[in-house]
């Protein structure tokens, strides 16, 4: 069993890596803190901070296919979720539970869809015709090299599914376009790819969609002679003049309030959790553990229930996670730093009824209390599974639980009267809390470590918001060792 953090477990905890196997370090000021309103609301700035988690280009499932999502969880079609901050470490080492992966993994029963691939996307139920469809130029191409068919297959797998599924998207519109002007779009010129993408431009494309579109027709294009028509001079050229007339505007600001969020969930409907609805404790359980976490969503997707992947110590006090065999991160190198574990935050015997109130936000309780509810019909191994519908306990997609963590954001909103920013998603927790993180004087090596960034440029070009005019506020995760000072009204 996993033994208790050597400093107060009322901190979470985070493994890291080293040379000699993962360790869980602790610090005394926790890297993201969440807040609560001491009573004046920060302003909260409306805009969008990037691109939708889950897009319109999107892997196409046949129509037999099992959705996970299920039908019924939610009347307005949106999903709930909830919000925590990254988990940040101590400076002391703690020895990780051992037998956390002793046991191998146990296939999912058979009412369970086949395992997910790291895009939320069940492979087997990706059409070949849509696969044939996708890569159809580039193969042929390759295969007109010389190249064996299980060399080619070997190759082309080298882009995530999801990428495949995009660039087929964008490859069938440069297709088309092609096919009104009698143009061959394997073999086309460099000046028509040029006016296509002019095209899209004037129609006020982004410069990183413009990227996208270039990348697909330079994966089924062929130019001998000039090597990828994405590393053409004139293509270059273009691209840079496209950053140049429409530079990228990133917005600094919170589009929505973190200490308001999360001053809700203290209270009904979210509370007591004994109580509430799946419906709500389902959202509540994963925005926790996305801000406790600072993971991607998909990172938190992977994560499993099967008992060799998740791991309750010490009476709860602490909780390991790690995500389902053969998961593959966005970024291969942080492989290595997907085990998470968290310590129950601010648990009892409570010293008021505002320590009590503050340990509703503990994501140790909401896992316990999530996986509780959930044992008893649960048809997968995988963490979040469906809660309603024909799908329910069947494993949720990553696009669902995008959704519920937008909903968890409206839910909160709208249970103390005010009206939901008109642009939320799911990847803002993830900026959001390292921002409040690095505002409570966590450093940026703890940050890419909770994050899983390799380089603090990330953080500091694309995540990094200015949260300092957000109201004096409580640090609900902060350290353990801090006396709590913030007042509800």
């Not at 996986?371 to 494993?395: E, M, P």
Request: with cysteine; glycine share 6%; proline share 8%.
């Amino acid at each position: 069993m996993a033994t208790t953090p050597s400093s107060s477990t009322n901190d979470l905890a985070e493994i890291r890596t080293s040379a000699s196997g993962p360790l869980c370090l602790q610090r005394h000021n926790s890297l993201s803190p969440l807040v609560l309103d001491t009573g004046q609301r920060g302003t909260v700035r409306r805009g969008c901070t990037g691109q939708s988690v889950a897009g319109h280009d999107i892997v196409r499932v046949p129509p037999n296919s099992t959705d996970p999502s299920g039908a019924g969880q939610s009347k307005s079609g949106r999903g709930s979720v909830i919000v925590s901050s990254p988990s940040l470490g101590d400076s002391g080492m703690v020895r990780q539970p051992d037998n956390v992966i002793a046991r191998p993994p146990v296939g999912d029963s058979g009412l369970q869809r086949p395992s997910l691939t790291s895009e939320g996307v069940d492979p087997a139920s990706v059409p070949s015709t849509m696969e044939t469809a996708c890569l159809a130029p580039e193969r042929q191409y390759l295969l007109n090299a010389g190249l064996s068919d299980a060399v080619v297959s070997t190759i082309q797998s080298s882009r995530a599914m999801s990428t495949r599924s995009l660039y087929s998207s964008k490859w069938s519109v440069f297709e088309r376009w092609c096919a009104e002007r009698g143009e061959p779009p394997t073999h086309c010129e460099v000046r028509v790819i040029l006016e296509f993408l002019q095209g899209l431009f004037d129609k006020g494309l982004s410069p990183s969609t413009l990227k996208v579109y270039l990348a697909a027709i330079s994966a089924c294009h062929v130019s001998p002679d000039t090597g990828s028509v994405g590393q053409h001079t004139l293509v270059s050229r273009f691209m840079k003049g496209v950053r140049r007339l429409r530079p990228v505007i990133r917005l600094r600001a919170p589009t929505w309030d973190l200490t308001l969020v999360l001053k809700a969930m203290t209270g009904p409907p979210f509370e007591p959790i004994q109580s509430i609805p799946i419906r709500l404790l389902s959202i509540k359980t994963a925005l926790l553990l996305a801000l406790a976490s600072a993971k991607r969503v998909g990172e938190v997707h992977a994560m499993s229930s099967h008992p060799s992947c998740i791991n309750f110590a010490d009476n709860d006090m602490m909780v390991t996670l790690l995500p389902r065999p053969g998961f593959i991160p966005k970024v291969l190198s942080t492989a290595a730093r997907q085990r998470l574990v968290l310590t129950a935050f601010s648990p009892p015997p409570f010293e008021s009824d505002e320590a009590e109130r503050i340990h509703s936000l503990c994501p140790v309780r909401a896992l316990r209390a999530y996986i509780s509810h959930t044992q008893s019909w649960r048809n997968s191994d995988q963490l979040f599974v469906c809660y309603g519908g024909k799908q329910k306990g069947c494993a949720l997609s990553k696009e669902r639980l995008s959704h519920w963590i937008i909903e968890a954001i409206r839910t909160a909103y709208e249970s103390v009267g005010e009206t939901p920013p008109p642009i939320l998603k799911a990847h803002s927790t993830r900026a959001i809390a390292t921002s409040w993180a690095f505002t409570s004087g966590m450093s940026l090596e703890q940050i890419c470590e909770s994050a899983n960034w390799n380089s603090p440029n990330t953080f500091v070009r694309f995540y990094n918001l200015d949260v300092s005019r957000a109201p004096l506020a409580h640090n609900v995760l902060g350290a353990a060792d801090q006396s709590w000072t913030a007042k509800f009204p």
